[in-house]
């Protein structure tokens, strides 16, 4: 029972540097999500994607990217690494849609950028 | 615009005292309602969620918590805290395609 899985789970990064966040889920979900874990924060929407070939824009997308070329796989890209983008990053997943359906999360990946 | 309140940042009870967290949400529409925990340095897990009819649910673990459409909230309780339960709690309301969450409690439990 995997469910979601996210890698890697610690990473650091200097600034400017650049580095994917992966993600892969093997319940066959339409949706996926990346969320950002700030303390006091509570959980941000980064991105997230309806089906493959398809995303859309959260609450706080700036400085990520992503791309949905599969159902299983969402990965999540920084380009230019800067210290506010440390932070945990969590993805996630869902059925036909958050709406009347469970989300299911990865365990996080913690990411410093030095 | 969709939001999620939790108006306590942090709290402490004792082990075997009974504990409410609470949770408003401001949504027009019926809202879906979850609560989700997370303990240290791990994901996050659902304890219950509430899309429809009775308004009172249960979860895992022995928790509950009660829709009160007149009051706007989705506070979950549980009769008699157990050390493990220390942990941070999410609220959160779904709408279209995303989820929101509230901001989190956390909960110590104290011997």
């Known amino acids: 029972n995997a469910g979601v899985t996210q890698t890697p789970k610690f990473r650091i990064l200097k600034i400017g540097q650049s580095m994917t966040l992966q993600c892969t889920q093997d319940?066959?979900?339409?949706?996926m999500y990346w969320y950002r874990q700030d303390p006091g924060m509570g959980l941000k929407l980064i991105y997230y994607?309806?089906?493959?070939?398809?995303?859309d824009k959260g609450e706080v997308p700036n400085g990520y990217n992503v791309s949905r070329s599969t159902t299983e796989d969402f990965p999540l890209r920084l380009e230019l690494a800067a210290p506010s983008q440390t932070s945990v990053y969590f993805c996630?997943?869902?059925?036909?849609?958050?709406?009347?359906?469970?989300?299911?999360f990865g365990e996080g990946s913690w990411l410093t950028v030095v | 615009a969709q939001s999620v309140t939790q108006p306590d940042i942090h709290i402490t009870v004792s082990e075997g005292a009974s504990l409410e967290l609470r949770c408003n949400y401001s949504?027009?529409?019926?809202?879906?309602l979850f609560w989700y925990v997370q303990s240290p340095g791990q994901g996050l897990q659902l304890l219950l969620k509430?899309?429809?009819?009775?308004?009172l649910v249960q979860g895992i673990k022995g928790f509950e918590a009660e829709f009160k459409r007149s009051q706007s909230s989705f506070n979950l309780r549980k009769p008699s805290v157990h050390w493990s339960d220390a942990a941070e709690y999410f609220c959160?309301?779904?709408?279209?395609?995303?989820?929101?969450f509230g901001t989190g409690t956390s909960l110590t439990v104290i011997p």
């Open positions: 994607s309806v089906g493959a070939g398809i995303t």
């Open positions: 509430y899309f429809s009819g009775d308004t």
């Open positions: 949504y027009g529409a019926t809202p879906y």
């Open positions: 959160a309301v779904v709408t279209g395609n995303q989820f929101y």
């Open positions: 319940m066959n979900h339409n949706y």
């Open positions: 996630a997943s869902s059925t036909t849609g958050a709406s009347g359906n469970t989300i299911y």
